[in-house]
């Protein structure tokens, strides 16, 4: 087993995905070399990798081999990457800092990161389409990638993100509502339909399939309630971008809602609820187990 670092999870399948993702950026002479420079930049640049080993990590779960399923890690990695590098532009969160490096458009301009969201987006599902077989699997991983990423989920969650910015902040019941409501579309959905992905690519049963999906909502919001935490208790250096932005803002967060040690309460049950989800996995689910466990002690 091997065992998780604070930056990557499994050093292993972290090799197998940079691999595959540097060759899934091979652009033919009609992607202008601008382009090319910044979807490489924002795509390859130093981040943890975890969805795309959780894609790879459900599929050994369910029995499968992790390289069958990496068509669907590339993908899951391309969308998030896209989704911040928009995340980043200036009428968004209008960053300066990303993965320890300039972001996106503080390197290149705004346009071409714009653009840079734009390619991979589209790439994701070329990828999808055309790498996996037969084409019903490719067309039930276009749809459900799709759909995490669509108005409903990751685009829609952002939304209501963007516009809490401007309605007062609350606190109890119903302020812990709608910042989950936000997080399990805005953070969540790519988790989930990255372990669901994987079942799929390995022929989950039912079963393991919606046990694999509650692993995935749990771990969701366990991520985004440590990003959280991280935002007011972490250092900028390891966390590789700007913090204290959020509550500064006057954004709800969950610190904000909870209070700091109620954060770490609930962290704890989102990832003890995670390690639940995979109990009839056995021995099998060790790496979707630790990956849970390091969530909820990360310091990136
Ligand atoms: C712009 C369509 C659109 C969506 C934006 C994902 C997202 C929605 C915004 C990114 C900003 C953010 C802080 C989102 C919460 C999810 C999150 C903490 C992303 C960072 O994920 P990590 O820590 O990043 O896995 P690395 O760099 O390690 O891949």
Same mark, same amino acid.
């Given at each position: 087993m091997n065992v998780i670092s604070q930056s990557n999870v499994c050093s292993e399948l972290r090799e197998l995905i940079d691999a595959a993702l540097r060759r899934s950026v091979?652009? =033919?002479?009609?992607?202008p070399s601008r382009l090319r420079e910044a979807v490489e930049y924002s795509l390859l640049?130093?981040?943890?990798r975890l969805r795309p080993q959780l894609v790879l990590m459900a599929a050994q779960a369910c029995g499968g081999e992790a390289g069958d399923a990496l068509p669907a890690a590339v993908a899951v990695e391309m969308i998030h990457a896209y989704s911040l590098v928009h995340d980043d532009l200036p009428a968004m969160d209008?960053? =300066?800092?990303?993965r320890g490096r300039p972001t996106c458009h503080n390197q290149f301009d705004e346009a071409t990161a714009i653009l840079v969201g734009d390619a991979l987006l589209a790439r994701a599902f070329e990828v999808l389409a055309t790498e996996i077989k037969p084409a019903q699997r490719a067309a039930r991983c276009c749809a459900e990638l799709a759909n995490a990423a669509g108005a409903t989920a990751l685009v829609g969650g952002q939304a209501d993100d963007l516009a809490a910015q401007y309605v007062e902040n609350g606190s109890g019941g119903g302020a812990l509502d709608r910042l989950e409501s936000i997080h399990r579309r805005k953070t969540g959905a790519l988790f989930r339909v990255a372990v669901r992905m994987g079942g799929l690519l390995a022929q989950a049963t039912d079963g393991q399939l919606q046990a694999l999906d509650t692993y995935g909502q749990h771990l969701g919001l366990a991520f985004q309630l440590g990003d959280d935490l991280l935002d007011v208790l972490g250092s900028e250096g390891e966390v590789g971008k700007r913090l204290g932005k959020d509550s500064g803002r006057g954004k709800t967060t969950y610190p904000a809602v909870l209070g700091v040690a109620d954060c770490q309460a609930r962290l704890e049950l989102l990832v003890a609820a995670a390690c639940q989800a995979l109990e009839s996995f056995g021995e099998a689910a060790g790496a979707l187990r630790e990956v849970a466990l390091f969530i909820g002690k990360r310091t990136n």
């Open positions: 091979e652009f =033919d002479a009609g992607c640049a130093p981040g943890k209008d960053d =300066d800092l990303r």
